[in-house]
């Protein structure tokens, strides 16, 4: 390596750039929501039009919850609470790409219905386009193991090949596009509920596995997406969530296993009760990739078979 030169990646601006790193990505993200309630006159009926109703409400409920998350997370070991507000962060972008592109085009027009002057669409574009691609390009530490991994160094054919993948594997519903029933973990929990409850089932998911109702596709109940040890445990939270159970039709009941399940039934114990009475324990299960559940089942309702060759009860 030392005969071939020194890696430009790790030289000049480049080197610079990552010692610059946090401060840099610290203020785009600090900009991100403010930039993109600036962009809220540009979200008119007449763009982008009526494929996304109520745009400039939305766009600017994003930028709210920005400014409500940067204020939240962004504190100390930075570098770590960065992901805590990357998904927002990333609908903004798309939000001030939409925008550049459609000043770009000439589709955002002034109050008077104008087209922009086109030095000012190029130059708003321009900003834009430097932003990102200077954060994502020479402020990012990884890019390049990141071109790497991604086998976007190699020869071009590669980069479709790759866009391709993505893209098939991006399709979340149906879950067979993308994952099988037998596949271990959570993933086969997901397929059960999809199949075992209908569409207007709730299903209780007592510990910290808010995909599982996600890619199931199935509302949460007792009005908790999940009930760990530590949140909404006071007698009056544990009161309203029994009297929501009470009223809505949850067929299931998962929980974690060993000593995350006994800490449940120690914090919750009016639920646990309340899921004692109504609910009978069908066991528990290795969900395999170091997943199990305890599973429970309503009394009150006769299971109409079991899915695959499991013995889980069904109820649809």
Request: hydrophobic letters at 45%.
């Amino acid at each position: 390596a030392a005969a071939e030169g020194p890696n430009w990646w790790d030289q000049g601006a480049y080197r610079e750039a990552k010692r610059q790193f946090v401060p840099w990505l610290f203020w785009v993200l600090m900009a991100l929501p403010l930039l993109t309630l600036a962009t809220l006159p540009a979200w008119t009926e007449r763009w982008p039009g009526a494929a996304w109703p109520r745009a400039r409400q939305k766009v600017a409920l994003v930028a709210l919850l920005g400014l409500l998350l940067n204020w939240g997370f962004l504190r100390g070991n930075l570098p770590s609470r960065f992901g805590d507000v990357s998904v927002v962060a990333g609908l903004e972008l798309a939000c001030l790409l939409a925008v550049a592109w459609a000043l770009l085009r000439g589709a955002v027009r002034g109050r008077d219905g104008q087209a922009i002057a086109w030095h000012l669409r190029v130059a708003g574009a321009v900003v834009v386009a430097v932003v990102v691609l200077g954060t994502g390009f020479v402020l990012t530490p990884s890019f390049a193991h990141r071109m790497e991994s991604a086998n976007l160094t190699e020869r071009t054919e590669r980069w479709w090949e790759r866009l391709a993948l993505v893209r098939e594997r991006g399709t979340t519903w149906p879950l067979e596009s993308w994952a099988k029933p037998e596949d271990e973990g959570l993933l086969r929990l997901a397929f059960y509920l999809r199949d075992c409850t209908a569409p207007t089932d709730r299903t209780l998911v007592t510990d910290y596995w808010p995909q599982v109702t996600a890619l199931a596709q199935r509302p949460f109940a007792a009005g908790h997406g999940d009930l760990r040890p530590g949140f909404f445990d006071t007698p009056a939270d544990q009161a309203l969530a029994v009297a929501r159970l009470r009223a809505q039709r949850v067929p299931l009941v998962i929980h974690p296993v060993g000593e995350r399940l006994e800490r449940f039934k120690t914090e919750f114990p009016e639920v646990d009760r309340y899921l004692a009475s109504a609910y009978q324990p069908v066991g528990e299960f290795d969900l395999g990739n170091d997943f199990s559940m305890h599973l429970l089942a309503i009394r009150t309702l006769t299971p109409t078979g079991t899915w695959r060759d499991t013995g889980w009860p069904c109820y649809r």
